[in-house]
């Protein structure tokens, strides 16, 4: 049986709302709302707006981390959703990131980390 340490979701988000991806407070309560809805633990959250536009975020996680990076020219955001443990998902973070940068398309890449066969890990 193979299981794995954590779920991570590589986000692309296009056409998303060009104020939201410029909005800094709002980046913020973006990332403490979906670390809330994915059922993580909070550690802090640093943002930073760059000028003329465009923003960077990190929600440091006890679970790992939520990051963005956001390009309002182009109406794109890229973003990692990152969790461990069997009490988060990532996806309902997904929900709350959608509702607020209100993408026009959304590629998710899923990716299992830490995968261990018959739930061990061996460094060889």
Known sequence: ???????????ELWGCD????????GIEKMLVDSVKACGATLICVRTHKFSPQ????????????IAIHTYPEYGYAALDVFTCGEHTDPYKALE?????LKPKSIQIIDLKRGLME???FELK
Do not use: W
Request: glycine share 10%; hydrophobic share 45%; proline share 3%.
């Open 96 to 100: 709350v990131i959608r509702e607020f």
């Open 118 to 120: 018959n739930g061990t």
């Open 1 to 11: 049986m193979l299981k794995y340490l954590g779920k991570h979701l590589i986000l």
């Open 54 to 65: 465009g923003a960077t975020g990190v929600a440091v996680l006890a679970e790992s981390h």
């Open 18 to 25: 060009p104020k939201a991806l410029d909005d800094i407070e």
